[in-house]
């Protein structure tokens, strides 16, 4: 009897202990799926983040360019100043005939069909007689790009569906497009203007060139101020420096100066190098100066672990052998140090060139034709032209940021693998 | 020119280091020197390139100021009477035309004539600057040279002297990073001050009315301008709490897996894929935002809203049916993304400092992982987490480039994320881009707001790094 009290009072806490085991370790799957969620959320961000500029950028790596054979009317071009002749419409007026288009009154479906082509083809068949005055009264093919517009449709970015008046081309010029595509005379091809090319008002002329050789040309300035000044920073922190109050407050600026946030160098650049200095606005060498400035503290933070990391048995060896201080640091320290030198500033360098703010503010927001080829004069730079054409209202604008974007990670891909390969290789671990 | 100046300076200090070395070789033939030749070498390449190289520094940074100061000394009267605005071009035309440009804009009767005059004297001014600086650098390396060839004998401590002048321009170095806030406390105040005569400090920090419009004209109406800047520090309060709803707890949410939970293998494979999303510009998340976010979010509501036009919400369906691409709540979430693997990686860093022997204790006592987290190490971790949930808000007050795409421009005191906001970091961009003459208000308002910004983020910073290290050093 009271056995069987007993086994059953026993059995009911041990349900009950049992469900009480049950329910933490419920309530610690449950944590654990939490943690397991909160790094798939990010991932799939990530995911989400790149996939959706790929898909948006893919399709301006490719263009179509259209090849016509254009009757060179020696009535209607002047052999002594070709670019004043109306190409466009001598070569519109050619296509409607080859299609057998009749054009109303107005003249407007020749106009429809100039829409067609790019500016560029004035200027190629202009270059075409100023070179070469004897083909006047010839049949020559020209080639240029198609329109902005006429290219969407034809990467299937314009579609029918839309109701004709909400789109910028009509369901007559798409079929005067199907039937070009369909002769051969509009053929797709890789996009090398995007990368011959500097800006453009035109997207179908647009490029990056212009803005990579900005970048480039300011990241040079950038490199050669904070790396040096970084470095040398670093060392006198490090190695040097008497422990007194100066470097303690040295020491806590750079470290408050890293987290500034990016638009107050900008501030800073706007009202030293520009109002203050009159450096010329926009140029590499003001970009250059503000983004060393920013990339200053990375620098100097990262060189500062990696001559932490030196054992100090180095250092004592060498001055025991009887160099000085200067010679140890720099014979045996910092070469030793070198390779998270390295990789630390090739990481800030890659941080310097994704900065949009402090450009936008020396003013690299205006319209840059061409490409650079000094520092003192005003050029644009990856992104701050991602910035600009992500404004543009032309949609082909919009794929060909996208495209700005990938070329953009691509480098700052290739810099970020050349640190981790240099830290891979040369990294030693005492 | 300066180009010319620079390479002519590098090859006058190789000569120096070449003839100082050989120099001290033979004068102390025979006799033990105190340092080595390659040490006077190099102390002679100080003396010659040091002096050369301030006096070019100095001539290529005030070269363009006194080129102005200059310029405008000797302008004619007609001239020095335009406006400002004016006066500049001209000058700026003047310029071009000594450069052998040609003028940027057309120029009416008396400016005209005196255009070529102007040109001429601005070229002359401009070479006589140039080749000022040019020869007063030659001046000074021929000085250092004198000073330092006298000076080379057997008992010369170059090695000494050489050393104290690297351990100088290395101490120089670290100056760069105190100068670095010098120039911007000095730039942000002195503009601040300036902006502030105009405009009451009290006014724009409490005023709750923003419209930097000014008026163009003193006669036109309407547009008098308000410099009420609390709209703005409202709309960038909302942004950073969505950015830390979205940041704070998946970051956090991660560092714990990563640190507690996650093997070796998950960690080497996922730390890196999140230190990807804090790599991305902050240009491109503004794209992201604009372009894929926004829209989306934009249709989602519209379609909530269309669900519930007609039925019991019908008030609030219609709001969401004009619910538009900018909104706060899409800025906020994007920057959520983008600090997440900043939250994470510092609460890691953190939870990974604290001793092991507080968890195997915690073990012992027959807790479980996750009640191990939440009783003992959250707790002890808890102040080093506050600090970097600090520092994360101070990166999101700071972000500019995502509210700049996304975020909007009007200026509304309102708590609803599905409204458009503006920040201060935005107006910051959209004062200083547009066409802009230098001395309005309108320009100077964004020093002020950069001033604010500055020495809030400095607070946070401040705060936060201090929390952060006294946690770090407790368990060390």
Redesign the interface.
Known sequence: MTDAIQTTAVSARTQRLQARLRG??A??M???W??????G???T??V??LG??IM?GHTAFYAHSVTLPVYMDPARIDRSYPQGANFEQIVAEQQMRRLGIQDDAQGSKTAAMKALFSSELKFQAAGMIARQPSLLGQTVPVTAPLSDNADLYLKGEISQATPEDQRRISNEQMAWLDRMKASGSVRAHFNSALFTKGDSTQPELAGLLGAVVGSALMLLVTALIAI??????A???EE??PRNRLTA??EV?????A???????G??G???FI?????PRASPMVGGLVLA?MA??TV?IATRSSLKAVPPSIREAALAMGA???QTVFGHVLPLAMPGVMTGSIIAM??A?????PL??IGM?SFVPGVPHAIDEPVGAL?SL??IW?NASERAF?ER??AA?LV??AF?IVM?AAAILLRRRFERRW | MIWIFLLLLIAFSVLAYLGGRRLATRRSAGVRAHSRPGQHGLYALIWVGMPALVMLIAASIFSTPLERQMLAAGAPDSVTQLEPFRREAFFSDARRIGAGLEAQQIWPAPYAEELPAEGRRAHRISSVLSWGGGVAALIAAILGGVFVFVRIRPDLRARNRVESWISLLLFACSVVAVLTTVGIIFSLVWDSLRFFNSVPITEFLFGTKWSPQMAIRADQIGSSGAFGAVPLFAGTFLIMMIAMLVAGPIGLFSAIYLSEYAGRHTRSVVKPLLEILAGVPTVVYGFFAALTVGPAFRVFFNNIGAMLVGGPLDGVGQYLLLVQNQMALVAGAVMGIMLIPFVSSLSDDIMNAVPQSLRDGSYAMGATKSETVKRVLLPAALPGIAGAFLLAISRAIGETMIVTMAAGLAAKLTLNPLDTVTTVTVQIVTLLTGDQEFNSPKTLAAFGLGLTLFVVTLLLNIVAMRIVQTYREQYD
């Not at chain 1, 600026?253 to 100066?257: G, W």
């Not at chain 1, 060139?353 to 703010?357: I, Q, R, V």
């Open positions: 933490r370790y309530r610690e449950r944590f654990k939490y943690g397991r969620a909160a790094i959320f990010a991932l961000f990530l989400i983040l959706s500029i948006q040096p000044v970084g470095v040398g920073a060392v006198w922190l040097y420096s407050i040295i600026n750079i470290n408050n100066l987290a500034v946030p990016s638009i107050v160098y501030l800073l706007l009202a030293l109002n203050f200095l009159h450096l400035l200053l503290p100097i000085s201080r200067t890659a941080h060139l994704g900065e949009t703010a936008l503010l927001i992104p991602i910035y992500e919009h940021t996208a974007i953009l990670l700052m970020n």
